[in-house]
């Protein structure tokens, strides 16, 4: 999977088994997990199987108005919490399949997962304390 570093914004190829493994980048050695990693039907699915760590996702669309506003707020989620939970987007036009796996009727839609299981979802551009608050009663 190819991680864009949140610092340096180079892209750095992450094998997804070493997701676990504190992942860094390559250039500037910024953690490669203080950024939503951009995920796709196959990875997506890999992260879910392999991570240790809680999986936030952002089931979002470009043309999103709601999603664009909320895109700041999931970002700032992960510089703080990209350590002890996964921050996942997943474009739901580029990936129907998986909107339709997860019978995502609207967005965004924030889902939680926990060793592959669903935790909790919730749709609608959350505000950052809000956010907040539905990460620490996860992590």
Known sequence: MLVKCPECQKFNRLPLERINENPICGV???SLLKGPLDA???SFHEILKLSKLPVI????????GPCKMFAPTFQASAAIHGD???HVKIDT?????????????????????????????IS???PPAQLEQLISKII
Do not use: H, Y
């Open 28 to 30: 500037c050695k910024s």
């Open 40 to 42: 796709d039907q196959a």
């Open 57 to 64: 996702v952002d089931f979002w669309a470009p043309w999103c």
């Open 84 to 86: 002890k939970m996964l």
């Open 93 to 121: 036009e580029a990936n129907p399949a998986i909107s339709q796996e997860f019978n995502i009727r609207s967005i965004p839609t924030l889902t939680i997962f926990k060793n592959g299981a669903e935790l909790e979802r």
């Open 124 to 126: 609608g551009a959350l």
